[in-house]
């Protein structure tokens, strides 16, 4: 084993090697320092470029990226009061704060330290895993496999933020996504509706684009960020590093309970960084200065952030489960380099998991060391507008998942799949579980079927892995039980900590028509699944058939409560004085007009993205990219001439040149077929 | 002089918030309520009014203060050791061993942690 973990070591000395992982690096900083992209965004905009690399080479990449997002979010939001990722708004409430008193430089010395630190403890946390999971691994068969792959899925169900019905739902409604094309077992086409280009199903970058990377810009458009007044850095970075040495005992609580969020699936970076917080303050005896400026409340929560995504890594490669969305997209990866994580990944390609352990404790130190060098230049990348930042993002996206498919099918998918996010997004679903949902469908029907013929009845549920597995797929649902039990009777009012973010607008649309609709969404899209499975064979159907019958049971559900809020809305409240304190609680969000501010925009946002996917098809990317760019800059972004010229022309040049340096198709237009 | 509660709209917290207006008033000092409900829930405005009358005739003032803090308890010790409050009023109920255990309890934490007095008020009396 140790002679696995040196031989990784001596092959990151090749340079190949060595500058995929710099590169991925520095793409990670700075996707770091654009609200919304996160270790999703950056995985999902990499990903296409390591199409056509070898498995070390991709891995570098994007493993250099993922360990150093959440070292460079944290600089806008100690700058701006802005943070560049959810998970870094838990260091904007102390490192703002320090900002604003002219310690800026203070603030982000102890975030960067500890976000290294963080990133360090993580990958010793991943290397710990290997040996201590190994003997359990090795002895897993396809039973335990299968519950492992619907554990994965119903644990980020389940743990996700939220309603949990609404993040089953999202799940199941990702494995019926994922099912979309060849069967498995029968080698069937399911749910293409007679369409040979979704005969090989639907491309994960796509998805993940589109759920996550389009909905994002398209709900932060409306955001014109750069009115608000930057601070200056001001001094203090020996004070930095001298508490960061002596709050050492938090660095290690946080990455520890950052490892810890890790390995849950769909606990993800957001609420893993406000456990560490919770605990930082908890544990702290004087707690008069959290909020004003505690180095405490800085420390643990960025290095929680960092080693949440090592954490994410060790159920993702042992057990074949994502802890998290950017690794579901590794999965993804993986898997179609032919690499099978689970018990094979730790016999057969020992040497990567261990170069995956190197290339993150190496990127975590090289990340913090680039963020040291450059603060004033990130510092003015931050200035930057969300809008001004959103034209090339789109750009960008629609070429990567142009890449996986070379087909401009994919990027209408991605186009319906992102106003779809952002619907599940601004009503409160998770979306964590859709994604790992989608990722899991295939392994799930294909081990369930594996188990199926190798086993007599039920015999397999008596193996004792599997039992274990049921316990553990049981006992998070009676917790969840009990506790909406008493939320219900208001009994639960000394109950626990509450560690978790704050109940904010993160989902503006909730409890409104907008809701309404989106479960309505989920019950026709599984009736819909349900009937159209009716007419495949009895092996292809099994599987889809009860993921949407279960699904359609829970959006059924949301849809009750839906309509019944709807109609007791409606009523007058007359009888309001007896019951005052049920209805108050109950209603503490009124139902809001259905057509507000950001609605409007967001909705706008994805009428340009389809206008420029149009003039993509009609004319190719390379026009289209000439003609929206400047559009959207001057009419939306509302940038000068001058900008949108520059940018148009950087942009332009770039795209040009990117075919000949990178494996990189660019979409060709209906007019190029003609000429 | 100070007398912090931690209200809630429950049984609980109407007690405390009952308990903490005589202490206030035998004391001689202002009252500092601290909303400690699950979801944004703060008292009536209505409440408020009649509190601050109530208080405002004995010549006290109301103070209504929240923290950035999500936990309850954090937030009630983190506001008392600010405004150095004399005394923090909680409402409390029986709790099953069983049920502190898994589900923790915010008032044993509030007790365990607090830097001044606290006065504990049972809401479920015989």
Known sequence: MLDSAMAALASLADPSLLIMLLIGTVAGLIMGLIPGLGGTGAVAILLPITFGMEPPQALALLIGALAVVHTSDTVSAVLLGAPGSASASVTMLDGYSMAKKGQAAR????????????????????????PLARPLVLSFASPELFMLTVLGVSLAAVLSRGNIIKGVSAGLLGLILGMVGTSPTTAEERFTFGSLFLGDGLSLVAVALGIFGLAEIASRASQRRGEKQTISLGGGWGQGIREWLTHWTQVIRGALIGIWAGVLPGVGATAGTWMAYGQAVATAKDKRQFGKGDPRGIVGPESANNSVEAGDLIPTLLFGIPGGVPSAMLLGMLLTYGIQPGPSIITEHLDLMYLIVWSFAIASILGALLCFLSVKQLAKLTKVPFAVLAAGLVAIMLLGSFQEGGQLGDLWIMIILGVFGWLLKSTGFPRAPFLIGFVLAIPLERYYFLTDSLYEGFDWMARPGVMVFLAILILPMIWAFIKFIRARRHTNLDDGHRDEQPEDDEAPLKNSTWSLAASGIFFVAFAAALISSASFSPEARLVPQLVSTGGLIFSGILLFIEIRRRLRDRTPKADQSISEEAEVILSTQPAKAGWTLDARFALKTFLWMTG????????????????????FLLIVARARLKVAIIYTGVLYIVLLALPSLLPIDLPQGWLNTLV | MTVLVAYAPAPEGREALSEGIKEAHLRNSDLLVVNIGRG?????????????????????????????????????????????????????????????????????RILLDATCPVLAVRSDKL
Request: proline content about 3%; glycine content about 10%.
């Open chain 1, 612 to 631: 420029f996917l149009a003039l993509t098809a009609a004319f190719g990317y390379l026009i289209a990219v000439t003609i929206f760019i400047p559009a």
């Open chain 2, 40 to 108: 944004h829930h703060d008292l009536e405005p209505e409440e408020v009014r009649a509190l601050e009358t109530r208080l405002g005739d004995a010549g006290l003032a109301l103070t209504i203060e929240s923290s950035v803090l999500s936990d309850p308890g954090d937030a009630v010790i983190q506001i008392a050791q600010d405004r150095n409050v004399d005394m923090i009023v909680i409402g409390l109920r029986h709790r099953s061993m069983v049920g502190k255990l898994i589900l923790g309890s915010t008032v044993q």
């Open chain 1, 107 to 130: 603030a982000l010395t102890l975030a960067f330290l500890s976000s290294m630190a963080g990133g360090i403890i993580g990958a010793v946390g991943l290397t710990l895993a290997i």
